[in-house]
């Protein structure tokens, strides 16, 4: 550290922390840290990544809603795509800023419209009721691989149109590369990006071409919007795998953290059994009280003051979701129960303002609908051995859930 970085710091009155968000320690039960981190001040610097950081609600709201400000064509992690040359091409809905971002998320936003994307919901509900017919019948089962992993890799996959052989394989591994690639280049990203090189890209870029899809999903939406002149022609197989990523793996992430919510407190689940149409709420608080998301980054386009410290232009800034969504100054002295009689509106498990997920309402349709049908057929959930976490820079799931369920 400079004497002129300490006397910048010192100016804007940020305290500096050398907290790494990404150590496997900190990812096991993040939570006492982020408490650590919003009692340090609104803002504050975190020295080992040349970042500022934010782990209270009510900064990181007003900084997810300023895009002009707080931008995204940097790149939403650690890397700044103005300053050094990206080792992708930037995603052209997450990481682009208005006016062209507002051509492809009124796309994106248009095929995965509640109005859209209620018309699958009929197949969403057959194909939930199966499964947890299935589930049922054996007992006792990797809640991640035979639930929370099935469900979509089945469902939204084919709403998409992309063929089913290879998807258990290269699907989740592509997902973890993308969310991955949020934070640094340490060796968790650099061992995921390898496994995704064994197949995963390469499956990827062939099932989303044209040819590969089926004629009515989603992904041949994008062909045709692309022939319309709505979009370049090689923008959208680009949006297919974007598509993928954001509708999938945030499903996935969701589902384990709601098995895990409800199998920890099974007095919990037992009001959502007597009550089905709490699925909902209930889905609001386990993403509030468990967020798929934990941190991301936004990156200052000038000087600017956020609670009474001044930021550089070009200035990477991590805001702290999973952190935002246990802030007792926003959910209250109950901000570290689960309580799925919460209003948990509001949460930013999903971010907000024009770069919220693109698919959060598709993991929010079919977290609904599974919770939905295990509600009505599923007494208990109890679990038989400890949870496996999924390690990941950016969002939190698990490889491993072994429980059991009784029917009602």
């Known amino acids: 550290m400079t004497s002129a970085q300490t006397l910048e710091r010192i100016e804007t009155h940020a305290p500096a922390t050398d907290f790494d968000p990404y150590a496997d320690e900190v990812l096991?039960?993040?939570?006492?840290?982020?408490?650590?981190?919003?009692?340090?001040?609104?803002?504050?610097?975190?020295?080992?990544?040349?970042?500022?950081?934010?782990?209270?609600?009510?900064?990181?709201?007003?900084?997810?809603?300023d895009p002009a400000t707080f931008c995204s064509s940097a790149g939403v992690g650690l890397a700044n795509f103005h300053t050094e040359t990206?080792?992708?091409?930037?995603?052209?809905?997450l990481e682009v800023d208005p006016p062209m971002h507002a051509r492809t998320r009124k796309i994106m936003a248009s095929l995965l419209s509640p109005a859209s994307i209620n018309k699958m919901r009929g197949t969403f509900e057959s194909e939930a009721k199966e499964l947890v017919e299935r589930l049922?019948?054996?007992?006792?089962?990797?809640?991640?691989?035979?639930?929370?992993?099935?469900?979509?890799?089945?469902?939204?996959?084919?709403?998409?149109?992309?063929?089913?052989?290879?998807?258990?394989?290269?699907?989740?591994?592509?997902?973890?590369?993308?969310?991955?690639a949020f934070g640094p280049v340490n060796e968790r990203f650099r061992k995921c990006l390898a496994k995704a090189q064994e197949g995963a890209i390469d499956w990827i870029a062939e099932v989303c071409k044209r040819e590969n899809l089926t004629p009515d999903g989603l992904g041949m939406q994008l062909y045709k919007a692309a022939d319309e002149g709505i979009l370049e022609p090689d923008e959208a197989p680009m949006l297919v795998r974007t598509?993928?990523?954001?509708?999938?793996?945030?499903t996935v992430f969701t589902l384990c953290n709601a098995m895990l919510s409800f199998s920890r407190f099974p007095a919990q689940w037992e009001k959502v059994h007597a009550s089905p149409a709490l699925a909902r709420p209930a889905l609001e608080e386990v993403l509030r009280y468990e967020s798929t998301f934990?941190?991301?980054?936004?990156?200052?386009?000038?000087?600017?003051?956020?609670?009474?410290v001044r930021m550089p232009n070009e200035q990477k800034v991590c805001v702290f979701i999973g952190s935002a969504n246990r802030d007792p100054r926003r959910w209250g002295p109950t901000a570290d129960q689960f309580d799925v009689t919460r209003k948990a509106a509001g949460n930013l498990a999903f971010g907000t303002g024009i770069h919220g997920c693109a698919g959060q309402m598709i993991a929010r349709l079919e977290g609904e609908i599974v919770l939905t049908e295990l509600a009505k057929r599923v007494k208990r959930i109890q679990l038989e051995g400890k949870p496996v976490i999924h390690y990941n820079n950016s969002v939190r799931g698990y490889t491993c859930m072994p429980v059991s369920v009784s029917a009602a």
């Open 86 to 93: 990206p080792w992708r091409k930037p995603s052209i809905i």
């Open 243 to 250: 598509m993928l990523s954001a509708g999938l793996d945030t």
């Open 136 to 180: 049922l019948a054996k007992g006792s089962f990797d809640a991640v691989t035979d639930l929370c992993e099935a469900y979509p890799l089945r469902v939204f996959a084919d709403a998409v149109g992309i063929p089913r052989e290879g998807r258990e394989k290269y699907l989740l591994p592509y997902g973890d590369m993308v969310f991955n």
């Open 28 to 65: 096991d039960d993040p939570y006492p840290h982020y408490e650590m981190l919003r009692e340090l001040g609104p803002v504050f610097y975190l020295s080992r990544y040349k970042a500022y950081g934010i782990a209270r609600h009510a900064e990181i709201d007003p900084v997810l809603r």
């Open 294 to 308: 934990h941190s991301f980054y936004r990156t200052t386009t000038r000087e600017v003051e956020v609670a009474g």
